[in-house]
């Protein structure tokens, strides 16, 4: 993966309701863009970690989100690597990702081991 792309783990459910309105807005798992301040995403080296914290005990269908940097950034939203609370460097975006800019959907779910699995 190149250093400019990153992952967003989401429910099928919320992008769904992003497809429909043409962005994606949501945080994290049930936090909105507007209540925290930007989307929370990770490198693929992160994901799983990740999903066992977001989602340990799901048994919904997810979704991971492929996105670009600098795709976002030359259209006006803001991407920052930061530091959270476990001493690790996260990518947040500040600002609601419009879909056409997501490069690919990927389908996931927790499986019974609470290990994030990838549908291929």
Same mark, same amino acid.
């Given at each position: ?38 989307? =929370?995403?990770?490198? @693929?080296?992160?994901?799983?970690? *990740?999903?066992?914290? #977001?989602? $340990? ?34 990518? =947040?975006?500040?600002? @609601?990702?419009?879909?056409?800019? *997501?490069?690919?959907? #990927?389908? $996931? ?12």
């Amino acid at each position: 993966m190149s250093q400019n792309l990153f992952l967003h783990l989401t429910t099928k459910r919320d992008w769904e309701k992003a497809l429909l309105v043409g962005r994606y807005e949501v945080s994290t798992n049930g936090k909105t863009l507007a209540e925290v301040g930007f989307i =929370h995403g990770s490198f @693929a080296d992160q994901l799983q970690e *990740v999903a066992g914290f #977001v989602f $340990a005990g799901s048994t919904e269908d997810l979704v991971v989100l492929h996105l670009d940097t600098e795709k976002l950034e030359v259209n006006g939203i803001p991407v920052r690597v930061e530091m959270a609370s476990n001493g690790q460097k996260y990518p =947040h975006v500040y600002g @609601a990702i419009p879909c056409a800019l *997501v490069d690919k959907v #990927v389908p $996931a779910y927790m499986n019974t081991e609470g290990r994030l699995t990838l549908e291929t």
